[in-house]
T-cell receptor, first 116, second 113 residues
Framework: DQQVKQNSPSLSVQEGRISILNCDYTNSMFDYFLWYKKYPAEGPTFLISISSIKDKNEDGRFTVFLNKSAKHLSLHIVPSQPGDSAVYFC???????????????FGKGTLLTVNP | DSGVTQTPKHLITATGQRVTLRCSPRSGDLSVYWYQQSLDQGLQFLIQYYNGEERAKGNILERFSAQQFPDLHSELNLSSLELGDSALYFCASAPQGLSYEQYFGPGTRLTVT
């Protein structure tokens, strides 16, 4: 049972335009949502997160939107740059055994290609 | 560079063998997480350690085990290896109090032949 789904395996956009990556989840106990970016031969890199009590978080060119009622989040990259080409993973976090320990559940990723 | 180191970078071994993957977390991080990424799969959580103690288990096979040492480095032991164990294995560490933000190492690519 996939609790975090990224339904688009790939996305191609032109440099300077907006990239929108989507993610759906099923578990209403998730309390933080994160986006990671991964280049080939490297580990995932934390990009941006959002608490379940918020609906938007911005960091420079990256904005994450959360729609709790729809159990949907999206990552907007504006403007897109060729260096943004990578696999983007959506992840959702739930507390483990109380305290400050969290377990992340990842989607399968979306390959973003930004064309010059 | 996330500050998390993993060795070795690549490992090729035969079915039935046993291997040990090593991870050193970022300075100051007490939590270590292990993940497996197979072809066509996202990152699958295997196990978490916090300050030497096992805290959570995910989809970890009984043939796999892990430990975290007093200096906080961690090892993932994979035994009786099968072809299907070929995958990328990532270690991540997290700061205390913000452990939903995990920082990943470069991974170990395991190939079982």
């Amino acid at each position: 049972d996939q609790q975090v789904k990224q339904n688009s395996p790939s996305l191609s956009v032109q440099e300077g335009r907006i990239s929108i990556l989507n993610c759906d989840y099923t578990n209403s106990m998730f309390d933080y949502f994160l986006w990671y970016k991964k280049y080939p031969a490297e580990g995932p890199t934390f990009l941006i997160s959002i608490s379940s009590i918020k609906d938007k978080n911005e960091d420079g060119r990256f904005t994450v939107f959360l729609n709790k009622s729809a159990k949907h989040l999206s990552l907007h990259i504006v403007p897109s740059q060729p260096g943004d080409s990578a696999v983007y993973f959506c992840a959702a976090s739930a507390r483990v055994h109380g305290g400050s320990n969290y377990k992340l559940t990842f989607g399968k990723g979306t390959l973003l290609t930004v064309n010059p | 560079d996330s500050g998390v180191t993993q060795t070795p970078k690549h490992l090729i071994t035969a079915t039935g063998q046993r291997v040990t993957l090593r991870c050193s977390p970022r300075s100051g991080d007490l939590s270590v997480y292990w993940y497996q990424q197979s072809l066509d799969q996202g990152l699958q959580f295997l196990i978490q350690y916090y300050n030497g103690e096992e805290r959570a288990k995910g989809n970890i096979l009984e043939r796999f085990s892990a430990q975290q040492f007093p200096d906080l480095h961690s090892e993932l032991n994979l035994s009786s290896l099968e072809l299907g164990d070929s995958a990328l294995y990532f270690c991540a560490s997290a700061p205390q109090g913000l452990s939903y933000e995990q920082y990943f190492g470069p991974g170990t690519r395991l190939t079982v032949t």
